[in-house]
């Protein structure tokens, strides 16, 4: 077992813990959104407040689950720390999902709001009158929106924080699986407090660090890992609504830290602008939600002299494992297990094996969710009798504790820093007339790691299914990054003694 670096307890209360940290320095810039406004600790936490207190007069009660599908804006964020603060449970949706996909996550979690960007709103106000007379409010990307209106018109008074347990909830972020139903993770007021105090420490944060955010903010990467890095040193975040190689360039020079997915960093090596003096002010280039191709980590370091620091984390764990700051970031590998997590590579039957052997990874620590929403069953078969978490993912650890991933024991495909679970396009796939089955995979890309293909069988063998029509019938019912890239047509599909596809087999197949 690989035992973990000793961590600080977190306090009870995430907003807490994110307010107390700016206290004296409320005049310091948070965020700076180019070309537009800049926010202050100060204007921030007071926005936020005086949110809390509109969610209050809105009918929002502790516990109660605000479902956000918005643009990123800092508003946006402030919609977050006013959900912290008021003890209601904040439920990011990517704004990528479709109607079919939003009508679950409405049935599943029962939000008491749910605040959505203008172009949803009439879709959103149905699926919300289908439930029950959901209330909804809307939040553009420039702050403006029924919400933004009430909180003019109604000025209510800040509201106290919410005197809530570490581990009360604090946000449900929804995952899928296998069986393509999407999971509802819980994560609590502890695990997210323990996790960025312990990324805090790992990763050497400064009170005067500059961050280049262009992330999204539905996902654990931009909402907890970058924002709350940020906001324990009251640090100064340059805000992009989305990533932009050429802004990100010019930002560079003003910044010390840039975190992102292993596409930022492809397309950055794309521009000439690119080299060791146009990077001497940063101290630390992050990788994290997909794998790093040591191609792209070794290129990285030839043109700006930097090692990228690659790091690994999961919806239901926010980040376990990071390679270090001080000592040798080794490509191919995502380092060490961070202060206060256990993990472990163990063999079918549970017993730890020794390094460079390949098992199932699992983690233990207070960054670990509690469990599904509603899915005790599921959560059960989640974690060992000794309290580990499965992850899915197969990996080794060196006879120096340095551990890797080796391949997913599911079938997940990471495209962009995004999970797709097969399951679920395939189910979409299969209900397509003319079909008759399918098996999505993930093949290499060069710029987004893999991109999602299906293998897909005719009703008629011979069939006349055509390639652009069928994704087509897809763009209306899936998110963009979750329909297929390329569709390829066979009489059958390949299968074991056991009648399970081998995707290992297409893989191998199409991977040209």
């Known amino acids: 077992m690989n035992a973990p670096q000793p961590l600080?307890?977190?306090?009870?209360?995430?907003?807490?813990?994110?307010?107390?940290?700016?206290?004296?320095?409320?005049?310091?810039?948070?965020?700076?959104?180019?070309?537009?406004?800049?926010?202050?600790?100060?204007?921030?936490?007071?926005?936020?407040?005086?949110?809390?207190?509109?969610?209050?007069?809105?009918?929002?009660?502790?516990?109660?689950?605000?479902?956000?599908?918005?643009?990123?804006?800092?508003?946006?964020?402030?919609?977050?720390?006013?959900?912290?603060?008021?003890?209601?449970?904040?439920?990011?949706?990517?704004?990528?999902?479709?109607?079919?996909?939003l009508e679950y996550f409405l049935h599943d979690a029962e939000p008491a709001l749910v605040v959505v960007r203008p172009a949803g709103e009439e879709t959103m106000r149905g699926l919300a009158e289908a439930q029950g007379g959901i209330r909804v409010e809307t939040l553009d990307a420039q702050g403006g929106g029924s919400l933004t209106r009430a909180l003019a018109e109604q000025a209510p008074e800040p509201l106290p924080p919410h005197p809530v347990k570490r581990d009360d909830l604090a946000c449900i972020l929804y995952t899928s699986g296998t069986t393509g139903r999407p999971k509802g993770a819980m994560l609590s007021h502890g695990n997210l407090g323990?996790?960025?105090?312990?990324?805090?420490?790992?990763?050497?944060?400064?009170?005067?660090?500059?961050?280049?955010?262009?992330?999204?903010?539905?996902?654990?990467?931009?909402?907890?890992?970058?924002?709350h890095c940020a906001m324990l040193g009251a640090s100064k975040i340059y805000f992009l609504p989305k990533f932009d190689a050429d802004q990100v360039i010019k930002l560079i020079p003003k910044a010390t830290v840039l975190m992102g997915v292993?596409?930022?960093?492809?397309?950055?090596?794309?521009?000439?602008?690119?080299?060791?003096?146009?990077?001497?002010?940063?101290?630390?280039?992050?990788?994290?939600?997909a794998p790093l191709l040591e191609e792209t980590f070794e290129q990285w370091h030839e043109r700006t002299g930097h090692h990228i620091?690659?790091?690994?984390?999961?919806?239901?764990?926010?980040?376990?494992?990071?390679?270090?700051?001080?000592?040798?970031?080794?490509?191919?590998?995502?380092?060490?297990?961070?202060?206060?997590?256990?993990?472990?590579?163990?063999?079918?039957?549970?017993?730890?094996?020794?390094?460079?052997?390949?098992?199932?990874?699992?983690?233990?620590?207070?960054?670990?969710f509690s469990g599904y929403w509603r899915l005790?069953?599921?959560?059960?078969?989640?974690?060992?009798?000794?309290?580990?978490?499965?992850?899915?993912?197969?990996?080794?650890?060196?006879?120096?504790?340095?551990f890797a991933i080796v391949g997913r024991a599911k079938d997940l495909v990471i495209t962009g820093g995004y999970n797709v679970y097969p399951k679920e396009v395939e189910g979409f796939i299969d209900a397509l007339?003319?079909?008759?089955?399918?098996?999505?995979?993930?093949?290499?890309?060069?710029?987004?790691?893999?991109?999602?293909?299906?293998?897909?069988?005719?009703?008629?063998?011979?069939?006349?299914?055509?390639?652009?029509?069928?994704?087509?019938?897809?763009?209306?019912?899936?998110?963009?990054?979750?329909i297929p890239k390329a569709v390829f047509f066979v009489d059958e599909l390949p299968r074991n003694t056991m009648g399970k596809v081998q995707k290992n087999v297409l893989r191998e197949q199409y991977a040209g």
């Open 8 to 101: 600080a307890q977190a306090p009870e209360s995430l907003y807490n813990l994110l307010h107390e940290r700016c206290q004296g320095r409320e005049d310091q810039v948070c965020m700076e959104v180019p070309g537009g406004q800049s926010w202050t600790y100060g204007q921030l936490h007071e926005h936020a407040a005086r949110l809390a207190g509109l969610l209050a007069q809105l009918g929002v009660q502790p516990g109660d689950r605000v479902a956000v599908q918005v643009e990123k804006s800092p508003e946006a964020i402030s919609l977050y720390l006013a959900c912290l603060r008021a003890g209601a449970v904040f439920l990011p949706l990517n704004t990528a999902y479709m109607r079919a996909e």
């Open 433 to 482: 007339d003319g079909v008759r089955e399918s098996a999505v995979i993930g093949l290499p890309h060069p710029d987004f790691g893999e991109q999602v293909a299906a293998v897909v069988v005719p009703e008629q063998s011979g069939g006349k299914l055509d390639e652009k029509e069928l994704i087509g019938q897809l763009k209306g019912e899936l998110a963009g990054y979750k």
């Open 376 to 402: 005790p069953e599921k959560t059960a078969e989640e974690f060992t009798d000794d309290g580990y978490f499965i992850t899915g993912d197969m990996g080794t650890v060196s006879e120096d504790g340095y």
């Open 194 to 227: 323990s996790n960025a105090l312990a990324l805090e420490s790992a990763w050497g944060w400064r009170d005067d660090d500059v961050l280049i955010h262009a992330l999204p903010i539905f996902h654990v990467h931009g909402l907890f890992v970058a924002i």
């Open 309 to 368: 620091l690659e790091r690994y984390g999961m919806t239901e764990t926010g980040m376990n494992i990071s390679n270090p700051l001080e000592g040798e970031r080794r490509p191919g590998t995502i380092g060490f297990p961070l202060p206060g997590v256990h993990a472990r590579v163990v063999d079918e039957q549970g017993r730890e094996l020794p390094a460079g052997e390949v098992g199932s990874l699992q983690v233990k620590g207070p960054n670990v």
């Open 262 to 289: 292993p596409t930022f960093y492809t397309r950055l090596l794309q521009q000439r602008e690119l080299t060791p003096e146009l990077c001497s002010n940063i101290r630390l280039f992050v990788s994290g939600s």
